[in-house]
């Protein structure tokens, strides 16, 4: 049972270059979000769905997209990266909100 | 505005002593509290859960207590133990057209001691 899987493990981009992180979980959950994870500011929400065709923005959307097509996947996209945007990643899938949010184990991006 | 607060950043207990992590909120409508354990280069794993129509939750050697009026939480663990060592986040949900996200906390790093 893979769980929810993330890839790349690590990536570093030049500024203004975009990416899609993958998220990937066979738990068959409904809901999956997008965390960034930044020092002294813990783990903050940055778009999350309830299920295929229908996503929401968290805390800190800006310079990112996502779509849910599938309820395997949830691909976070970068437009167009800014240092700013450098931090740890983590994707998380649930049964629904009052359960257990599954974690990847997360992509760490730097931007330069 | 931080919705979910955890005001100690760090902790350090003695082996088999009890560790006390504290959680305090903001928000009325959060109904249902969780605790999640992080080690280094790995996601975060669920550690225990509340709701708020109880005051007290209880899976082996942790324990979480949701004082509503206070608006607080705490996680103990009892005993401690080395591999207990982590980032602790507390995090909340409420009801309504936004109950269908987490709010996370900073993290409290709790380092136990041989």
């Known amino acids: 049972n893979a769980g929810v899987t993330q890839t790349p493990k690590f990536q570093v981009l030049k500024t203004g270059q975009s990416m899609t992180l993958q998220c990937a979980q066979d738990m068959n959950h409904e809901y999956m979000s997008w965390y960034r994870q930044d020092p002294g500011m813990g783990l903050r929400l940055i778009h999350y769905?309830?299920?295929?065709?229908?996503?929401d923005q968290g805390e800190v959307p800006n310079g990112y997209n996502v779509s849910r097509s599938t309820t395997e996947d949830f691909p976070l996209r970068l437009l167009s990266a800014a240092p700013s945007q450098t931090s740890v990643y983590f994707c998380?899938?649930?049964?629904?909100?009052?359960?257990?949010?599954?974690f990847g184990q997360g992509t760490r991006l730097t931007v330069v | 505005d931080q919705q979910v607060k955890q005001n100690s950043p760090s902790l350090s207990v003695q082996e088999g002593r009890i560790s006390i992590l504290n959680c305090d909120y903001t928000?009325?409508?959060?109904?249902?509290f969780l605790w999640y354990k992080k080690y280094p280069a790995e996601g975060p794993t669920f550690l225990i859960s509340i709701s708020s129509i109880k005051d007290k939750n209880e899976d082996g050697r942790f324990t979480v207590f949701l004082n509503k009026s206070a608006k607080h939480l705490s996680l103990h663990i009892v005993p401690s133990q080395p591999g207990d060592s982590a980032v602790y986040f507390c995090?909340?949900?409420?009801?309504?057209?936004?109950?269908?996200?987490?709010?996370f906390g900073t993290g409290t790093r709790l380092a136990v001691r041989p």
């Open positions: 998380a899938s649930s049964y629904n909100r009052n359960t257990e949010a599954f």
């Open positions: 928000n009325s409508m959060f109904d249902y």
């Open positions: 995090a909340a949900s409420a009801k309504g057209s936004s109950g269908d996200k987490l709010t």
């Open positions: 769905s309830v299920g295929a065709g229908i996503t």
